[in-house]
């Protein structure tokens, strides 16, 4: 047995799975991967819709359970142990998935015509959110020594993005800039902590653009093709597991060849 797999203090079944924005798209997926692995696994989410998406993975044999959650909202994430009970004590794996990408009619808006609640908002969820729930989840994952934190970023943190807006690359860039320093950070305590970055994923926030915008996407993307959430997921599985245990400070592109450093 590796030293990695000793320092993890068990199987899947002792490591506790969060993630954010689980109700549906990548973070539904993300939920279900990692429940068929044998996580017990917690979908927060704002929707209701989350209390369905965990009703569906514990059909199929998974051990869930939903809660409603704001990750902007400080409070709430300061009461999750409360909140979680007896699932807290073996919380080790956190997935900051949760995040948003406003529009109008299908297409970003221009830096000019931002209004100071939206920016902040975008910021506040996708940004401000990861690092409260990390900071919340950091003392739990020391205390046993062996953590995962997974950040949800995009290929939109790398490149300017013709269909996001200005705030949300702005906001992944420093997600993925918060998760380096973390991962510097938390070396030492057994926690890994990496960015995955996804191209054009099938998706209702990417269903949601405008008409040829996904269209026109896919012309650069090698692979032919957006991706599937479940393509999303087996990548943060894999982080989030022994098998990964030597990555941390690092960023997955999961695009299809669209973004190639
Ligand atoms: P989605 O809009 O389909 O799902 C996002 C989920 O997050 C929703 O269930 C939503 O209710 C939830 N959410 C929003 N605000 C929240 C909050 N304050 N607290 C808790 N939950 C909240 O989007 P998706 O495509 O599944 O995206 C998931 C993540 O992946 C996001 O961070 C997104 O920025 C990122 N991403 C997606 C793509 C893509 O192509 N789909 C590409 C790059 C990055």
New binding site residues.
Partial sequence: MSEATENSGGGAADHVALV?????????AIAARLAAAGHPVVL????D??EDTAARLRDAGGEARAIR?????AAAVAALPETLGAWWERLAILVN?????PKVDGRKRPVEEIPLEEWNRVL???LT?PFLLSQRCIPVMRARGWGRIVM?????AHVPSSITGAY?GAS?AGLMGFARNLAAELGRDGITVNSV??????????AGAAPGMNEAFLARIPLGR??E?AE?AEVVAFLASDAAAYLTGTTIDVGGGSYMP
């Fill in positions: 954010t924005g689980a109700a549906r798209g990548l973070g539904a927060a989410d704002v929707l819709g989350v959650l704001d990750v902007a909202d998935n949760a995040g948003v990408s506040a969820v996708n959110g949800m970023t995009s290929q939109a949300y992944k970055a996804p191209g054009r994923i099938m998706s209702d926030m990417v957006l991706g959430p999303v």
